[in-house]
């Protein structure tokens, strides 16, 4: 096997602090990759801390390749990383693209396209943002992050965007308008939807002996009815008993207040005990078709909507909810938190535990993998994948 070989089959293993000199150099041991399915996108690692994943195909090999009968040890800084053969992807596992910036506009524009998918063209996409509250990001969605989502969406083919939301610091309308939505709809030709404005028929109540909500939920017919769902979320703690409020805790936007039956489904949610497991019942309702990770600010204390802000300088994407939140767990764990989200590992939090118990993606952090294309962005990424594992 030759050295690019060896490094395409290779699995960084988070926690395996002795793999990170082999891994370096396998980075950087060729400058020209071959032709695949991801383009520049590099899928980096497992966090398995057990063996390199297995192949189902001989990945692209150039010829100019020489075998070689060593690994130098060594890391040779001129190189860029490469990508590898989508073969590599482990089944059943999820993919997190993830881009170490300060530009929110170019981090969303790079996450989506590394990530490699195009579930958008020809679909009316239904895009939900953070609009819990008006205040500045992290406590909501920056404007520079929507009109890049709105943007990429309308790239990528979608037959028509809406962008809907409920407010529960706030009234809905008028966050958007503080935050200027309806301006920026108007100039971008996107629709907006106000779910607290819909009447008591447009609400479908969601009930099951599995779940902790004793009189079920209601979430909009048009979650149900969409072609294509497209949430974008922010990295951030939640001192209201939800203990982070990343993709899983966005999903509370698409349930109902009330109905219109007098009954008020959020105060019950924030009155129990089992919170945290019934914000990831509410994500059974949808599968999202694409999720976007502002995590340029995080707010590692207090939250949703003020708190204890650092510059965290990552966009993420993925389309496993459970996969970006352990991944967001795990970030704001490397920059210090709430002794809530610091309390065991990652996939014992509630809320992943839940999600994961309900089949919503991922079962542990040995699936999921990263994408990165450039050498900031892997050195972070082989940080979270230690952490998850801790």
């Known amino acids: 096997m030759n050295r690019r070989e060896f490094c395409q089959k290779l699995s ?9 000199p082999i891994i370096n150099a396998c980075r950087q041991s060729h400058s020209t990759p071959a032709a695949n399915n991801f383009g520049d996108r590099t899928p980096l690692a497992s ?6 994943l297995a192949t189902t195909e001989k990945v692209n090999q150039s010829p100019t ?32 693209a993830i881009v170490r910036t300060e530009n929110r506009s170019e981090g969303v524009k790079r996450a989506i396209e590394l990530l490699g998918l195009n579930p958008i063209r020809g679909n009316r996409v239904l895009l939900k ?29 979608a037959r028509g965007i809406t962008v809907a939301d409920r407010s529960g610091m706030g009234d809905t309308r008028s966050v958007l308008e503080q935050k200027g939505v309806m301006d920026m709809a108007a100039e971008y030709g996107f629709d907006t939807l106000v779910f607290d ?79 945290r497991s019934m914000i990831a019942d509410i994500n059974t309702a949808y599968t999202p078709d694409l999720i976007v990770m502002d995590g340029v600010e995080a707010f590692v204390n207090g939250g949703p909507a003020k708190g204890k802000k650092v510059q965290s300088n990552v966009v993420l994407a993925a389309t496993d909810r459970i996969a970006l939140d352990a991944v967001g767990v795990a970030i704001l764990r490397m920059f210090g938190t709430t002794k809530e989200v610091s309390l065991g590992k990652v996939f014992e939090q509630e809320q992943i535990a839940r999600a994961v118990d309900l089949g919503l993606g991922v079962d542990g952090p040995d699936k999921i993998q990263f994408l990165t294309a450039d050498a900031k962005s892997q050195a972070f990424a082989i940080e979270i994948g230690q952490m998850l594992t801790m």
């Open 197 to 275: 404005e819909l009447e008591n028929q447009d609400w479908v109540l969601r009930h099951s002996s599995d779940h902790y909500w004793p009189k079920g939920f209601a979430v909009p017919r048009q979650l149900l009815d969409s072609e294509c769902v497209v949430q974008t979320c922010n990295l951030k703690t939640h001192r209201y008993g939800g203990h982070f409020t990343l993709s899983l805790k966005n999903s509370v936007g698409f349930a109902a207040k009330t109905t219109g039956n007098g009954y008020d489904y959020m105060r019950e949610l924030h009155s129990s005990p089992y919170q």
């Open 47 to 52: 966090t398995s801390p057990s063996t390199p």
């Open 129 to 157: 943002p953070n609009f819990n509250s008006a205040d500045e990001a992290p406590g909501s969605t920056h404007s520079d992050v929507l009109r890049a989502m709105v943007f990429q969406l309308q790239e990528m083919g």
């Open 12 to 20: 960084i293993v988070g926690g395996t602090v002795a793999l990170a």
């Open 65 to 96: 390749d020489v075998p070689e009968t060593a690994v130098d040890s060594q890391p040779r800084p001129s190189q860029e990383p490469q990508p590898t053969n989508t073969s590599e992807i482990i089944a059943g596992g999820a993919l997190v």
